[in-house]
């Protein structure tokens, strides 16, 4: 796919191989959602303000930052060891965003 052709042009390509037109930053990221991922202290608050059912599980669990008094998660700190495909998408823009990405590609068949 073209999405495809775009995050493969980070790569040095060989000349006259057919693909030497297609370029990208070599700071682009593709992004996408990761059911299962570890997320720690994120700020996904510009995406998710409000994750309800998740609880702290006992006071020294720090895999599921709480505003505090075992409510919902604060996703100014957002943690978790398993993140849901929305979550992960959110922690992985924000960590692009971090890391100065030029370019953020994103696949809606991958995609939250």
Excluded at 30 to 35: F, L, Q, T, V
Excluded at 81 to 88: E, F, L, P, R, V
């Amino acid at each position: 796919t073209m999405l495809q052709a775009l995050s493969y042009g980070v790569y040095d390509k060989l000349p006259g191989d057919g693909r030497e037109r297609c370029v990208t930053h070599a700071d682009a990221v593709s992004i996408r959602a990761e059911d299962g991922r570890y997320v720690n202290r994120c700020n996904v608050s510009a995406f998710i303000s409000n994750l309800p059912g998740m609880r702290k599980k006992n006071k020294n669990d720090t895999h599921q930052t709480t505003t505090g008094g075992g409510g919902p998660p604060d996703t100014t700190r957002f943690s978790t060891k398993d993140a849901s495909g929305s979550t992960s998408q959110a922690a992985n823009v924000i960590e692009a965003l971090e890391s100065n990405a030029s370019a953020l590609l994103v696949d809606e068949d991958v995609s939250a």
